[in-house]
């Protein structure tokens, strides 16, 4: 069945290191989104891909790279110049509307 | 500065009940406008939508309101069920001349739905 698939469901990373966020979407969506949540806090867009080969930043864009080389995967990589990396990330998909169908998120925790 | 407003960080209800959740924008642009919700570890889910061309759109137990001229809108979730107890999202769209369209996200309002 169709979805928005992002694993792990958690992931722990020693500071320091780059990690790498799996985004999947079988749903044949053009955009995809990456954004992070903190506690108690909306949701704040890192990146945001509307087509396939482009990319824009979003509103906290440093610190963190992506790639869109295919349409389904929309990748995150979280660097070690991320200054607190620590939260939980969720990825987003959409067609031409503006409605967006997000996966189940992964929590990331840099200890 | 916040574009999109939900000025209840938290709403206590009783199960059978009306939730009321409301949600205040600046943007004039706006013209699409969006609800979700959400359980504590997960992704949000789309619940309702409403275009700026309607003033209401229903969905089951789920209305949305908008009223342009208060830039203002709400979700009535009737009647209540403790299930339905969650963040809620209220989240706008511009109507921009690109192709870049993102949605602007409010805090949240954290709804419990007491038995």
Redesign the interface.
């Known amino acids: 069945d169709g979805g ?1 698939t ?1 694993s792990p469901k958690y992931l722990f990373r020693k500071e320091g290191q780059n990690v790498t966020l799996s985004c999947e979407q079988n749903l044949n969506h053009d955009a995809m ?1 990456w954004y992070r949540q903190d506690p108690g ?3 704040r ?1 890192i990146y ?1 891909s ?1 087509i396939v080969n482009d990319f ?1 930043k ?1 509103d906290i864009a440093e610190g963190y790279s992506v790639s869109r080389e295919k349409k389904e995967s929309f990748p995150l990589t979280v660097t070690s110049a991320q200054k607190n990396p620590t939260a ?1 990330y ?1 990825c ?1 998909s959409s067609a031409d509307t ?8 992964t ?1 990331l925790t840099v200890l | 500065d916040q574009q999109v407003k939900q000025n209840s960080p938290s709403l206590s209800v009783q199960e059978g009940r009306i939730s009321i959740l409301n949600c205040d924008y600046t943007n004039s642009m706006f013209d ?1 406008f ?1 609800w ?1 919700k959400k359980y504590p ?6 619940l309702i ?1 409403i275009s700026s061309i309607k003033d209401k759109n229903e969905d089951g137990r789920f209305t949305v309101f908008l009223n342009k001229s208060a830039k203002h809108l709400s979700l009535h979730i009737v009647p209540s069920q403790p299930g339905d107890s969650a963040v809620y ?1 209220c989240a706008a ?1 511009e109507n921009n001349a690109g ?5 602007i ?4 309002t954290s709804l419990a739905v007491n038995p």
């Open positions: 928005i992002q989104y806090q909306g949701l867009l945001y509307q824009q979003g939980f969720l987003a503006d409605t967006q169908y997000f996966g189940p998120g929590r | 699409y969006l979700y570890a997960e992704g949000p889910t789309f939508s999202f769209s192709n870049n369209r993102k949605l996200w409010g805090l949240g």
